[in-house]
């Protein structure tokens, strides 16, 4: 009984790093999107268009980057939805970015969507161990 306990309580000692590192990390990038979001608000006008579609991808990236911090910041609140939208959007910026980078496509969508997936997995894992919700 003691063993069943002790492993318990490493679990939710375990869930309460995942929870801090998700919650650390997602704000950093949460933060980053935001960013990206408001240099692409406020100073896409100054940029000469490259291709007819490019405008079009600005928005779609717009749009991402909002739902990706959107998302990473519900975790703080709610880690069960915050962590399956935060891997929902991980997703959809992966094969986004897959399908509209120019060069090193696989690289560039792995290197943006895989952290974000992560997060949202830690956030999932916080929530599971938590023990107020068992």
Known sequence: MQDANHLNSGRARLGKYARWVARIIGTLIAVFALFMLLGHLLFEEEVEE??????????????????????LLAGWRWEKAGGISSV??????????????????????????????????????ADRTDPLNA
């Not at 090193?104 to 969507?113: D, F, H, K, R």
């Open 50 to 71: 490259v291709e007819d579609t490019s405008e079009l991808i600005g928005v779609g990236v717009g749009l991402i980057f909002a739902c990706v911090a959107g998302s």
């Open 88 to 125: 929902t959007v991980g997703v959809v910026l992966g094969i986004f970015v897959l399908f509209t980078a120019g060069s090193n496509q696989l690289i560039v969508a792995v290197s943006m969507g895989v952290p974000i997936i992560v997060i949202g997995a830690l956030f999932l894992y």
